[in-house]
């Protein structure tokens, strides 16, 4: 197959380099978190009472504007109401709508100025991998069933104001394809990268041109190779596959390098300052100096740098659906941990440059011992880094999900009074 970015690729990938090395210098200068605290000391976080729906309230630690946004009450017959993942922007393009996911499987379109539930979107698969579409609010992408089938095979375009559903392609080549739930299309919504499932032979690995509906090179996959997730990057160059090590791909699924044993856990691709991008993970089984680290790989060069220190207790998330704001990735940590519990429980932002420079933006009070799962918080960012969503019980109560907005003045929060 020919060169799916076409005839002119490296000019187009020399073009983006220059575009986005012009870009950031700009954004970092209006960057929406530069007053916010750079230290790495220990800052825990106190006790107060869970914050009432849809009431904004400071957090007394970090100053940021914090409102809960969901509640359990707001669909019947459910336990909690979500995001879904560090790794999928809830937000539409214009940021007026958002899609969260209730107890029961259920995908539900709010209202991001009142934060209210305004229906129930028509998607049967419990884990749909929605994408929005990146310039249109009105359109998303989700993988679904396919006639009477029982398995997920087919790509769909649906436009939330009329819940219309085009099915744009049947993989029904396939018994089902995925991308593991934790993908990513480009930044530009052309490309999503898949594994197609049949039984008795290896799986596929390859990427959909959802513009041109087409299929690219296919490439036979293990288990081992392909356990975990599969995306491509934001500029649309690269693939990267997780499984028992990290494996990076152009994007026609030629192989380019392995990244080192150990290098895979929570991680997202992310853009750097330069217009190149990295692979930013958890270091728990790929220790640099002996600690446990956010590892930033570059996948130009495949150079692997230690971003920052955590603790061994923080299970890390990463999200770096910053697309606008490249340089930093939000990282959200669990805990306790004894030895280094300097960012227990916390979110906050990481630059790239291997400085280990944070800002930190709020505690999220959220245990997964008291909660499971799904109490994690697994913070992620809207587009241009001004608003983070993130999932908590507040220590041991229903499971919800909470905006920070990093723009919003103080005059009209509430400090809530610490219990401890």
Not at 168 to 180: C, I, L, M, P, W
Request: charged letters at 25%; proline letters at 5%; a positive charge.
């Amino acid at each position: 197959m020919a060169d799916m970015f076409g005839k002119n690729a490296k000019l187009k990938r020399r073009a983006f380099g220059v575009m986005a090395i012009v870009w950031s210098v700009g954004a970092a200068a209006a960057s929406p978190w530069d007053w916010l605290i750079s230290d790495h000391e220990i800052r825990r976080p106190p006790e107060f009472a869970r914050p009432e729906l849809h009431q904004w309230f400071v957090d007394p630690v970090f100053g940021t504007s914090i409102m809960r946004i969901t509640d359990p009450s707001q669909v019947s017959g459910v336990s909690r109401i979500r995001h879904y993942y560090s790794k999928i922007n809830p937000f539409n393009a214009d940021e007026t709508r958002a899609v969260l996911f209730s107890s029961d499987g259920a995908k539900y379109l709010y209202d991001t100025t009142t934060w209210r539930p305004i229906k129930h979107l028509r998607i049967s698969s419990s884990d749909p991998e929605i994408q929005w579409h990146p310039t249109d609010p009105s359109i998303l992408y989700t993988l679904d069933f396919v006639g009477d089938s029982w398995n997920v095979r087919g790509f769909y375009r649906y436009d939330i104001r009329n819940d219309k559903r085009t099915l744009v392609r049947d993989f029904k080549e396939y018994q089902a394809v995925r991308g593991r739930l934790e993908g990513s299309t480009d930044k530009t919504g052309r490309y999503y990268a898949m594994f197609g499932y049949r039984k008795k032979v290896p799986a596929e690995a390859f990427v959909y041109d959802i513009v041109n509906d087409k299929v690219g090179n296919k490439i036979p996959v293990t288990e081992r190779m392909a356990g975990d997730w599969v995306s491509v990057s934001p500029s649309g160059r690269y693939v990267v596959m997780m499984g028992d090590i990290s494996r990076v791909f152009d994007i026609n699924m030629k192989h380019i390098r392995d990244l080192p044993k150990g290098s895979f856990g929570h991680g997202d691709i992310c853009q750097l300052a330069d217009g190149t991008e990295a692979l930013v993970y958890d270091g728990a089984d790929h220790q640099l100096d002996r600690n446990r680290n956010i590892n930033i790989a570059n996948l130009d060069t495949g150079k692997i740098s230690i971003g920052v220190r955590i603790g061994w207790g923080s299970t890390p998330h990463v999200s770096c659906r910053n697309l606008d704001l490249p340089g930093w990735a939000l990282i959200s940590t669990q805990g306790p941990d004894r030895k280094y519990p300097n960012h227990d429980f916390e979110i906050f932002w990481l630059r790239l440059d291997g400085s280990g420079e944070v800002r930190r933006v709020a505690h999220h009070h959220s245990s997964r011992k008291e909660g499971g799962y799904f109490a994690e918080q697994q913070a992620v960012t809207n587009r241009d880094g001004t608003k983070i969503m993130f999932a908590s019980n507040w220590g041991d109560g229903p499971i919800a999900s909470y905006l920070i907005d990093l723009k919003r003045l103080a005059k009209d929060r509430v400090t809530p009074a610490s219990t401890r």
